[in-house]
């Protein structure tokens, strides 16, 4: 989980400091979660969506780990 928090980190730094044309500034919000075993995959996605959610609604441009 640790070193997929760094590499999710790494991506969402890599897109804000990304000069796109004309000036555009982007920025990204991820979640971040494991499989656990015997996990429904269906779970798995509502784990990581939500995770995804909480990091737009805590001010964006962020890792949320679920």
Known sequence: ???AKI???KI?????DYN???GLKVTISLGVGE???NENIDY???R???AM????SKGRNRIISA
Do not use: T
Not at 12 to 16: H, T
Not at 53 to 56: D, F, I, P, V
């Open 1 to 3: 989980m640790e070193k």
């Open 7 to 9: 590499v999710a980190e």
């Open 12 to 16: 969402r730094g890599i897109i804000e």
């Open 20 to 22: 796109f044309k004309n």
């Open 35 to 37: 499989y656990k075993s």
């Open 44 to 46: 798995l996605i509502i």
């Open 48 to 50: 990581l969506d939500k």
């Open 53 to 56: 959610l909480e990091a737009k």
